[in-house]
Structures are given as structure tokens and as C-alpha cells.
């Protein structure tokens, strides 16, 4: 059964800053791995999908990493804006999809 | 309008009653999922639906709850002699048939959900 998980599961940043959001996986036999943004009574928003046979994709601020082989993606976010503050999810899409927990973000203006 | 419609978007019963959640997918998408979301939890699969063939209940928590897709479009899931552990966001998504297979990173959609409270 596949296993996702987040770290970490909050993280509280000032704006403008950097930060990366960690995903890793338990079974490599994926498609692809997506990123999601939820915000707070919200259905999810896809931010990025990757491919399994894609290393990263990029789009705006948000560049998602994907090693498949040793179960493992981030999500890097540039110059981070109090308009990110959500819940970012990945989910790997397999035999069916799995979500990892979340780690709520929150930029501080 | 063109994105998963979900229905109620609130509920709040009384425990023991039964409860019916909609969905209706994008059309032409062909794959459906159910998931719960608990208070500060990750999102739990229940129940997947591909096209005519036999949904995935793998994640279904008990016989308590169940659920149909006619026609292969609109979805109900159903919670019977609801619990207060059964309070939960239930989110509803669709995803286009790839022409591969079941899964071939199509892009998923996902509702709004539907907020359950059982008192």
C-alpha cells in the first residue's frame, strides 16, 4: 500500500523568503506526482504535475521536483507571498491516488 | 458550470441518521473519487469509479457507507446511522479517461466538498 508523507507538517515563513516543501513516497511505481494547493474551506487547486519520466516541472514562483527512485519530491517556492499561505498537498497517482497530510504554510507580511 | 459541483455544501444531522452526498463531475470525465478530509488530517481515499468498471471500495471505512455512480456520471455517496466520527469534509474529484490507461497524469478536479457535522 502506498505511503505518502509531508514534512514538515507547518511551517511559518516572513515574506520574500524561499522555502521547500517535502514529499516522499513509498512505492516508485507511479505515474506521476502532483502538487495541490487547499485553501482554508476550499476543494484543492493542482499547482504542478510531474510526469514519471519528468525530473521537475516549473510555473511561476513553484518548481516541483520528482526523483522517483528513492521516493522523493519538493516543492520550491520563490520569494514567498502572504497570498501562499495554504495547505499544500502531493499525491501520487498510481493503482489509485494517494495524499500525503499536508504542511500548512504561512507567510508573514 | 464547468468544474465538480458538490452538494450540500453543509450538513449538520443527528447521529444514528442517514446522510447523501452529491457530485457531479466534469462532464465527459470519465474517473470519480471520493475522499475525506478530517479536522487537520490528510485527505482519505474511499472509493474510486472508472467508466463501467467495478469501482475500487478499497477505502471505504465500513459497511456504513456506500456509494453509486449512474449513468456514469453523477455520483451520491451514502453514510448510514451516521457517527461523530463520521464529521469530515468529503471531497469529490473527476479526471478525464487517458487514452492509455486509467491513470496517465491527467489533471484531477476536485470540488468544493461537502462539510458533514454529526451531533
Known amino acids: 500500500k502506498q505511503e505518502v508523507t509531508q514534512i514538515p507538517a507547518a511551517l511559518s515563513v516572513p515574506e520574500g523568503e524561499n522555502l521547500v516543501l517535502n514529499c516522499s513516497f513509498t512505492?516508485?511505481?507511479?505515474?506521476?506526482l502532483q502538487w495541490f494547493r487547499q485553501d482554508p474551506g476550499k476543494g484543492l487547486t493542482s499547482l504542478l504535475l510531474?510526469?514519471?519520466?519528468?525530473r521537475e516541472q516549473t510555473s511561476g514562483r513553484l518548481n516541483a521536483s520528482l526523483d522517483k527512485s528513492s521516493g522523493r519530491s519538493t516543492l520550491y517556492i520563490a520569494a514567498s507571498q502572504p497570498g501562499d499561505s495554504a495547505t499544500y498537498l502531493c499525491?501520487?497517482?498510481?493503482?489509485?491516488?494517494?495524499f500525503g497530510a499536508g504542511t500548512r504554510l504561512t507567510v508573514k507580511p | 458550470g464547468a468544474g465538480v459541483s458538490q452538494s450540500p455544501s453543509n450538513k449538520v444531522t443527528e447521529k444514528g441518521k442517514d446522510v447523501e452526498l452529491r457530485c457531479d463531475p466534469i462532464?465527459?470525465?470519465?474517473?470519480l473519487y471520493w475522499y475525506r478530509q478530517s479536522l487537520g488530517q490528510g485527505l482519505e481515499f474511499l472509493i474510486y469509479f472508472q467508466g463501467n468498471s467495478a469501482p475500487d471500495k478499497s477505502g471505504l471505512p465500513s459497511d456504513r457507507f456506500s456509494a453509486e455512480r449512474t449513468g456514469g456520471s453523477v455520483s451520491t455517496l451514502t453514510i448510514q446511522r451516521t457517527q461523530q466520527e463520521d464529521s469530515a469534509v468529503y471531497l469529490c474529484?473527476?479526471?478525464?479517461?487517458?487514452?492509455?490507461?486509467?491513470?496517465?497524469?491527467?489533471?484531477?478536479?476536485f470540488g468544493e466538498g461537502s462539510w458533514l457535522t454529526v451531533v
Open positions: 512505492d516508485s511505481a507511479i505515474y506521476n
Open positions: 474529484a473527476s479526471s478525464p479517461q487517458s487514452l492509455t490507461g486509467w491513470y496517465s497524469g491527467n489533471t484531477i478536479y
Open positions: 499525491a501520487v497517482e498510481g493503482n489509485d491516488m494517494r
Open positions: 462532464s465527459g470525465h470519465t474517473a
Open positions: 510531474i510526469q514519471s519520466s519528468q
